[in-house]
């Protein structure tokens, strides 16, 4: 439920947001017990640098307030793919939000999309794609590693977007795409090694006037392409006093 | 199921854009249509009723001038290919001596044989041919030197479904200044920041960018979801939201209203009659003479703005020569009381009293709601209850007092993103934002962008490249708090 409509209310299941400035925020589940490394059910408590939180006292409470920790206070945040990326777990290095807008953009996705990518990596293009094509649209997503295929499959289906998005373990450079979605794709990323071993097979997925996109430098023919990179400059923003000289000295030149 | 609008056919009232190589041009499809491409004219008709995506040759036309019928054909051929086949290549340019002379025919030969209605091809093998140095060019010269002719001569244009992505490009390469310099990854990060769900419901305040970042916006909300854009004046800056061509159901998504006419609908509780009436006549008074320039570059698409009777009822010859000094000014602060609001403008715009307008007739607002009332109202019913899931401010006035006014209507726990062409005006409202417990997460960027160019051994960033896309401040929305605590970061309670 999460990640696909907004709501006012904290419940049990839960993504939350726990934004304690804007270089801090932690993503944390609303369950009452959690596993710690010893593999054992412990009771939910996070702690900060600002105190601990009993996790289960947010059930009840609204997004976008302030939770009281032990030392101090935070705020507790409703989940969207944008700070998803600032605080997932990352299994692989994850694409930020300029180049995630970038992409979008580029790849003209809207609701109803079809869209393909490969690698999922750690799901964080992945939960804005999905955003941007639900509710008629599909993400068909690959990554040949196991495991990073089944924790993503299991973080859809937490968010709530598990029906929006498939998630397969397969090495698309070597068996591409599976047969099923010749012709279905609207747009098509790499974010792979090698991708232009992938891009055969990409060929045959793109529907007449779909785009493809890649992370890395494509030399080749193509109708309209453009590389780019993009840098965001974040500015740091502080309020400094300075005296001024009044002085009859200063103005007597 | 989303390129579906891709495959149409070309009708008349469509928007399309041609393009001839990297050149293109957004237009709007006339029956008997001509455009100019460059210098060259061309004659559209045969595009209608035929599909997008298509290629066509332009034909001259035989009569001297530079005037082209447009011939279907399957795909176009690239010059480099063709010509630089036959040609022998040297290995450096040692021997290369340029003095302007390597040409032997004269211009006025190129000239005529470009009106003698030959071939691009055929032009340029006779360029090639009449070069004493081009054998001794290297390849990579030979191709650059073909690429640079083939752009001049090139006769193949392309018909294009326009899309967000392509009017952006037209735009902001045509007169980046009309849509304050909004390139293309600062606009993609304002649509990806401020989070658009197809069943959202979102506010953009825009002025000065011709209904580029509405029209952004609309493309990611279907039905369920809904737009409200809101503009000074009475009419907004379409012109983007035009030529993407939306459909009738897409365009039940957008609301357009304005800003005073809102934040008041939003204010009052329930007025009388005769307050309604009152208010009415002065608010119109108020309405045009906060007309920005907007108006002007409104007059070009008045038209059809009238065509879609979406004009209100008083303002039909109103809109004169008002000039700049009209123009630009900022609400210094909303007040609630809408009579103590109405005077104070009334004091400083006395000069604009004086032009000729039309008046409602009061007898006729108390027994039909204007247009634009209706709409107002439809806006304030969608944002009082439930507010908005997100904020886009990009105008050419101060930001400030127009986010003071719209941030209560922003739910808790949502973005808001500003954009500015400047940096100094951001930073004055993130001091003021910080000062006030009612946002976190605020972050001033700017954003670097550089393209490269892909060749075999040839690769390398461009040369030229963009200064500023322009600024974006973003924020979330939250609750305020009424503790007095002025730090941001969790500090101990007392």
Redesign the interface.
Known sequence: MSFDKFKDTIEQGDTVILYLNVNSMHAIQVQPKIKNKKDEWVENVFQTTYGALKVQSLVGKKFGTKVALSRGWAYVLHPTPELWTLTLPHRTQIIYTPDISMIIFQLEIRPGSVVVESGTGSGSLSHALIRCIKPQGHLYTFDFHEYRVSVAREEFETHGIGQYVSVKQQDVCQDGFGTELNGKADALFLDLPHPWEAVPHAAAVIKDLGKLNQTYRFEGQSNDFLTVEGLPKELSVKMIWRDVYTNSLFTNF | ???EM??NNVKVGDYIVIQRQNYTKLHKVTLKGIVMLGKDQLELGPIIGRPV?KTYKMIPKKNGKRVFVLKECDNYESLAEQLKKDVSCGSDNRNIFDDGRSQLLSTEEIVSLRTSGMSGQAIVGQLIENSKTFRDKTEYSQEKYLKKKEKKYFEYITIRWP???LITEVMYRTDPLKIMGLR??T???I???V??????TYMVYESGCQGLVAAAML????IGGQLVHIHPGNLPQKQAILAMNYDNDKMSCLISVNIYSLLRKLQENSASDENNVEVNKKESVINESFLSESESDNKAIKNEENSSNDVIDTKENVITEKGSGSGRLVCDSLKKDDKEFVEEKEITLNVVHERKRKHSDPGESMSKKPRWELETEKAADFLRPSKA?GLVIISREHPSNILTALLPYV?????FIIFCPY?EPL?EI??QLKRKNNT?????????????Q???SR?H?DILMSGSGG?LLTG????C?T?T?TQ??????Q
């Open positions: 199921m989303a390129n891709e495959k995506w899309t967000i992505r293309m990854d606009l993609s990060q649509l990806t920041i989070g658009i769900h197809t069943h959202g493309n990611n909300i279907n899931d739910a808790p726990s949502r973005p940096r930073l993130y001091i976190v997460g605020l972050r001033v960027t700017e954003t670097w962008l550089r393209s490269h892909i060749l075999p690769t960033p600024y979330i929305v939250v609750e708090s503790s605590n941001e970061s969790g500090s101990s309670l």
